[in-house]
């Protein structure tokens, strides 16, 4: 039950995302709603100040607009194939991700299945299976976490792609303005490898998630096959199992008591011997006071004989 809960609520959690993207797509892709109308102000105000800015380079500088757009261009087309090189990683992602959508469902569907089969049957076997489909639900969740992490970098290239074009509007043919481009565009490669990698990793997950299911599956089809070749014993068998349970449990309570009664007796035994003893000890301190005192007379008499 518990397992179902989760599963329910995680896809609760993604339908809930999923509908918060599609009201902010939504707001965006309406040009009269709020949201858009102050995002197009502030645009047209960046504008305004970038190109105020641009003239103001141009005639400080004295640089040439034709080098200015050579360089600009150069920038926007290597850009435009970064954000293909992306939009394909992220396709490749898609996929995997709907190739674990359809291994969950999978794994959910053998988990009733097995479950309802084993309910009443070994504990060992239900606590191996559920074990099994933690560590699947485990790599799951490492697997969204790199998609996370995606997401984030795609994030961070679209805002480094808008630093670089506001980049080339001011840049104007300063040197200085144009090595800043050229470290933004550094920048823009090196979240590129670190996509790759991630995406690369993605893949490694994958293929250790279905591993996982394979090996789950082998496992499942072996306890069923063992479920399928366990013998219960008949009615006769447990009867004679149940009349052997109450023999043992009667000579254990007639075991008990005779303890009970030799334990007694043992005490009572051990007592009297004790007093047997202390008895003896008086008797030999009166021997031996007599004794004492015999010997004392005799030599009183043999003292006065020699007088």
């Known amino acids: 039950m518990a397992y179902h809960q989760a599963n329910i609520q ?31 102000s502030r645009h047209d105000a960046l504008l305004n100040t970038v190109h105020y800015n641009l003239a103001k380079e141009h005639v400080r500088s004295g640089s040439s607009p034709g080098d200015v757009k050579k360089s600009t261009l150069a920038i926007i087309s290597t850009n435009k194939k970064m954000e293909k090189e992306i939009d394909a990683i992220f396709i490749k992602r898609n996929k995997v991700h709907d190739e674990i959508s359809r291994v969950e469902a999978e794994v959910a569907e053998i988990h009733a299945v097995m479950e309802s089969k084993i309910l009443d049957g070994d504990d060992e076997l239900r606590e191996d299976l559920r074990d099994v489909l933690s560590t699947v639900k485990a790599v799951i969740a490492e697997t969204e ?5 995606i997401v984030l970098i795609r994030h961070k ?13 001011l840049m104007g043919g300063s040197e200085k303005a144009y090595k800043r481009l050229l470290k933004k565009d550094n920048l823009c490669k090196q979240h590129l490898e670190q996509l790759r990698e991630i995406t690369r990793q993605l893949g490694d997950e994958r293929c250790l998630l279905l591993s996982t299911v394979k090996t789950l599956r082998d496992d499942v089809s072996k306890k069923e096959e063992w ?3 366990v013998k219960l014993p008949s009615k006769e068998e447990m009867e004679l199992m149940k009349n ?12 008990r008591e005779t303890i009970a009664i030799l334990h007694q007796e043992k ?26 005192r015999l010997m004392d007379k005799i030599n009183r008499g043999i003292i006065s004989n020699l007088n």
């Open 157 to 169: 290239l679209r805002a480094m792609e808008l630093e670089t074009t506001r980049a080339e509007k």
């Open 267 to 292: 005490k009572k035994r051990t007592n009297e011997d004790l007093l047997k003893l202390q008895e003896s000890r008086t008797d030999h301190g009166s021997v031996k006071a007599e004794c004492l």
């Open 10 to 40: 995680t896809k609760i959690d993604d339908i809930t995302k999923e509908m918060e993207r599609l009201r902010t797509e939504t707001e965006m892709a309406d040009v009269h709603s709020e949201p858009r109308m102050a995002l197009e």
């Open 244 to 255: 052997d349970v109450a023999f043992t449990k009667k000579h254990l309570d007639v075991n």
């Open 227 to 229: 479920i399928l070749n």
């Open 145 to 149: 976490q790199h998609e996370d992490d």
